[in-house]
């Protein structure tokens, strides 16, 4: 069965710090599919990025960056210069090729940015 | 906005009772899929359903049941609420319901049974 882990359940930074957010990921299938999702405190969750398990190259959209490691099954998300806007729950997640084509999400992290 | 749409936004309701939620995904998706967040069990899968057909099923309890419309809305029904029904309900929206498909997520319902 598939499984995802954020083992950091909350963590503080100071405006313009970098931060990252790790995830850890469980599957058999061969094919997956990883994603972040963004909730801030209005409680919509918002798409950022999926990557395909055949694509290891690594992400930049602005401030954002993706580390995707097979070797150690982590999709690491790293924000740049962090804003207070950013402070929300980041969730990482996982879908498979076969038969969970659904989400499994991990139980996500509390980013907070304080000015 | 992701395009996808779910009413009613917020819901109280006492415990016995019966309520309907509902989605509608984005224009061009042809599977819905819905989601539980609670505080004790995080982002749980309870249903999927595609072009009117179940797909495939999570943790749904037997209290709850959904369907998926000819015009591709779904309506998620919670019966026999109990106090621990209390939770934001999501809906989620892909092309073909895919592994490989981005999922889209309405804005929820909020839950709260009394």
């Known amino acids: 069965a598939q499984k995802v882990t954020q083992a950091q359940t909350e963590i503080s930074v100071v405006e313009k710090e970098d931060v990252t957010l790790d995830c850890v990921y469980e599957?058999?299938?061969?094919?997956?599919?990883l994603f972040w999702y963004k909730q801030p405190p209005s409680g919509e969750l918002v798409f950022l990025i999926r990557?395909?398990?055949?694509?290891?190259q690594n992400e930049i959209s602005g401030r954002y960056s993706w580390n995707f490691q097979k070797s150690t099954s982590s999709f690491n998300f790293t924000i740049t210069a962090s804003q207070v806007v950013d402070s929300a729950v980041y969730f990482c997640?996982?879908?498979?090729?076969?038969?969970?084509?659904?989400?499994?999400f991990g139980s996500g992290t509390q980013l907070t940015v304080l000015p | 906005d992701s395009g996808v749409t779910q009413t009613p936004k917020h819901l109280i309701t006492a415990t016995g009772q019966r309520v309907t939620l509902r989605c509608s995904p984005r224009s061009g998706d042809l599977s819905v899929y819905w989601y539980q967040q609670s505080l004790d069990q995080g982002l749980q899968f309870l249903i999927q359903?595609?072009?009117?057909?179940?797909?495939a099923k999570g943790n749904i309890l037997e209290r709850f049941s959904a369907q998926q419309f000819p015009d591709l809305h779904s309506e998620l029904n919670l019966s026999s609420l109990e106090l621990g029904d209390s939770a934001l309900y999501f809906c989620?929206?892909?092309?073909?319901?895919?592994?490989?498909?981005?999922?889209?997520f309405g804005p929820g319902t909020r839950l709260t049974v009394l």
């Open positions: 990557r395909n398990s055949f694509d290891e």
């Open positions: 997640a996982l879908s498979e090729a076969g038969s969970a084509r659904q989400l499994t």
């Open positions: 359903y595609y072009n009117g057909e179940e797909r």
């Open positions: 989620a929206s892909s092309e073909q319901g895919r592994g490989a498909d981005t999922q889209y």
């Open positions: 599957t058999r299938d061969t094919t997956y599919y």
